[in-house]
């Protein structure tokens, strides 16, 4: 199986400033990585998928970038509704498997 | 609007079985993949299995982790996706998920439901 590895687990931020999120896979799985939000209440929402591509209706602030093992999301001038957890997945090959988690939480 | 709703969740001893229903509506189900993904409480999601589309005959695809134990399938008159699991253990203690395949496919999750419980203890 593909190991998703995230980092940071934890990162706290202020509304307009920008976060980065890593997500590390085990071997090579090209662009085909997911980014994933997910709030208490809410149902999960799709961000990112092939790397850098939007899913509809993702806000432009969000951005993914990486190819191969390392990849990337941005959120930019952050917005209160950001704030939540959020999970990468590859999905290249089965079994489709997701990062452990970051928990982006208001400073 | 496109809705899935899982139901059918609760406490179920080892060794048991239990059937999970996702009520799908707002879209044509027999176009979309259907996918069951569970999260344990603090920790990842595991993708444990989806159904085709009818273009690819509905066949099913399972995470090794739950094949021979889990198995999926569709009413496509109602609009129903269906998990059935048989042999529980503590370890498939978590909030299970239903959700549709992305439009334009690629093995991603566009639309999820709020989940479900399932505790399986004695």
């Known amino acids: 199986d593909v190991q998703m590895t995230q980092s940071p687990s934890n990162l706290a931020a202020s509304p307009g400033e920008s976060v980065s999120i890593n997500c590390k896979a085990s071997?090579?799985?090209?662009?085909?990585l997911a980014w994933y939000q997910q709030k208490p209440g809410k149902a999960n929402k799709l961000l990112i998928y092939s790397g850098s591509t939007l899913q509809s209706g993702t806000p432009s602030r969000f951005s993914g970038s990486g190819s191969g093992t390392d990849f990337t999301l941005t959120i930019r001038n952050l917005e209160p509704e950001d704030f939540g957890l959020y999970y990468c997945?590859?999905?290249?090959?089965?079994?489709?498997?997701f990062g452990s988690g970051t928990k982006l939480e208001i400073k | 609007e496109v809705k899935v709703l899982e139901s059918g969740g609760g406490l179920v001893q080892p060794g048991g079985s239990m059937r999970l229903s996702c009520a799908a509506s707002g879209f044509t189900f027999t176009d979309f993949y259907m996918y069951w993904i569970r999260q344990p409480a603090e920790k990842a999601p595991e993708w444990l299995g989806f159904?085709?589309?009818?273009?690819?005959?509905?066949?099913?695809?399972?995470n090794p982790s739950v094949q021979g134990r889990f198995t999926i399938s569709r009413d496509n008159t109602q609009n129903m996706l269906y998990l059935q699991m048989n042999t529980l253990r503590a370890e498939d203690t978590a909030t299970y998920y239903c959700a549709r395949g992305r439009f334009g496919g690629g093995f991603l999750f566009d639309y999820w439901g709020q989940g479900v419980m399932v505790t399986v203890s004695s």
């Open positions: 997945q590859q999905h290249h090959e089965f079994p489709l498997t």
């Open positions: 071997k090579s799985i090209s662009n085909y």
């Open positions: 159904i085709r589309n009818k273009v690819n005959g509905y066949t099913t695809e399972f």
